[in-house]
């Protein structure tokens, strides 16, 4: 697994997929829990769609750095951090791909 992909395109991507009906990707987080400010693992999200955008005014920090995402197999509305979403795998092949955020 050697392929990357920067966060902009992933997040096209993701978006792209979502629009379609029954589209959905795979992907990897991890998981953090703020009030302890430590990690809790990976979380792998067989299939997943994004959801719609969060409000500015929800939360403390900018909801742009939320990516907001629905679990189809349980129909959870889940979010995530951007940043620590770590691989993606996009239909048909669903082969994982790295996510730089960093990358320009």
Sequence with gaps: MNRT?????????????SRQPDGHFTMVHVRVDMDKRTDKGMRKVERCRLRKALPDNLFQIDSDH???YEDMDSGDAKMCFKVLCRFVAFPPKYE????NWFDK
């Design 66 to 68: 939320y990516l907001p």
């Design 5 to 17: 992909i920067s966060g902009r395109d992933a997040l096209r991507m993701m978006r792209q997929v």
């Design 96 to 99: 994982w791909i790295k996510i």
